[in-house]
């Protein structure tokens, strides 16, 4: 079983930039992994997620252009680049993993980091 812990949240200014780190317990190289968010009040949802692979991404329509999801399988690590920040990307934001399936469901994942958050100013 594979644990997942989030870092690199923080507050930052509207139009400012922020990486988020995922790092595993152990190997996620057959692992699809996905990055979610939770604004207060608001259903968990989907940001972006990347193939075991590396060869393939997905992004929510809301952070298409802004945010770079990539992997370093070597290292058992996850990032979320994201970039021109805006007040409503303020969310706790969720590593996630499963076995190879490229979904963006948020059923089908199986291993949950606890979360960090960012929160954006304007």
């Known amino acids: ?3 997942l812990v ?3 949240g923080g507050l930052v200014q509207a139009g400012g930039s922020l990486r988020l780190s995922c790092a595993a317990s152990g190997s996620i190289s057959s692992y699809t992994m996905g990055w979610f968010r939770q604004a207060p009040g608001k ?4 940001v972006a997620q990347i193939s075991w692979s590396g060869g393939r991404t ?3 329509d809301s952070v ?3 945010f770079t999801i990539s992997r370093d399988n070597a290292d ?5 680049q994201m970039n021109t920040l805006k007040p409503e990307d303020t969310a706790v934001y969720f ?3 499963k076995l190879f399936k490229y979904s963006t469901l948020e059923a089908d994942y199986n291993y949950w980091g606890q979360g ?3 929160t954006v100013y304007s």
Do not use: I, M
């Not at 259903?43 to 989907?46: D, L, S, T, V, W």
């Not at 058992?76 to 979320?80: F, I, P, S």
């Open 1 to 3: 079983q594979v644990q």
């Open 95 to 97: 590593c996630a993993g």
């Open 116 to 118: 960090t958050q960012v």
């Open 43 to 46: 259903e968990r949802e989907f």
């Open 58 to 60: 997905t992004y929510a």
């Open 76 to 80: 058992n690590t996850v990032y979320l």
């Open 6 to 8: 989030e870092s690199g």
């Open 64 to 66: 298409k252009g802004r």
